[in-house]
């Protein structure tokens, strides 16, 4: 079946402005996680979804960043104001439920450059 | 805070040889440890979940360990091969959100 897919798979953006990341989760996966892999780093937790609602948002560094998932599918990261530290791959992953037993299965990810 | 440790950062090795990656994290209480191998500008593939009451998963040529109590875990590879070229991560998941936390990754180069 079709796994996480995220669009765009680049993003080439300036200083200052604002960027929207999608994410489409494995169809029936409640649970709805996005993290943030610089270089050479292993990825960090940002926001978790359970449903529509964001369950956890601790992650997130600072007002900037904001996500939301309207519908329990389909999740939109977005960046208001973006600085060249927010460049980075932001991976979006789904679970079939939040109960610490599933497997995370993770999309391609989006390339995000900050010029 | 949870903390991931991977050692060897970058291993090679020749075609065939069985190898094994080492993970350490801080705090036990953990639901689960996953890993998961990372392509050159890829996403990342999961390939063994072990739940916290087990001690070890297999899956084909590869075989992974969890010592919970002293916060390690093994992936051992077997006949290594070419493709297996790839990073390795580790991650742990905790929490009530079972979000996940990752080692920085093995680095892993098989040679003909």
């Known amino acids: 079946g079709a796994g996480v897919s995220q669009t765009p798979s680049n993003k080439v953006t300036e200083k200052g402005k604002y960027v929207e990341l999608r994410c489409d989760p494995i169809?029936?996966?409640?649970?709805l996680y996005w993290y943030r892999q610089s270089l050479g780093q292993g990825p960090e937790f940002l926001i978790y979804?359970?449903?529509?609602?964001?369950?956890?948002d601790s992650g997130l560094p600072n007002d900037r960043f904001f996500a939301v998932r309207p519908e329990g599918s389909v999740s939109t990261l977005k960046i208001q104001r973006t600085e060249r530290g927010d460049s980075a791959v932001y991976l979006c992953?789904?679970?079939?439920?939040?109960?610490?037993?599933?497997?995370?299965?993770f999309g391609p990810g989006t390339r995000l450059t900050v010029l | 805070k949870q903390e991931v440790t991977q050692i060897p950062a970058a291993l090679s090795v020749p075609e065939g040889e069985n190898l094994v990656l080492n993970c350490s994290f801080t705090?036990?209480?953990?639901?689960?440890l996953q890993w998961f191998r990372q392509d050159p500008g890829k996403g990342l593939t999961s390939l063994l979940l072990?739940?916290?009451?087990?001690r070890e998963q297999t899956s084909g040529r590869l075989n992974a360990s969890l010592d919970k109590s002293s916060g390690r875990s093994t992936l051992y590879i077997a006949a290594s091969q070419p493709g297996d070229s790839a990073t390795y991560l580790c991650?742990?998941?905790?929490?009530?959100?079972?979000?996940?936390?990752f080692g920085t990754g093995t680095r892993l180069q098989v040679t003909l």
């Open positions: 072990i739940q916290s009451s087990q």
């Open positions: 992953a789904s679970s079939a439920d939040s109960g610490g037993t599933d497997t995370q299965y």
């Open positions: 979804f359970q449903g529509t609602g964001a369950a956890d």
């Open positions: 169809s029936g996966h409640t649970a």
């Open positions: 991650a742990v998941s905790t929490g009530t959100a079972s979000k996940l936390t």
């Open positions: 705090d036990s209480a953990i639901y689960n």
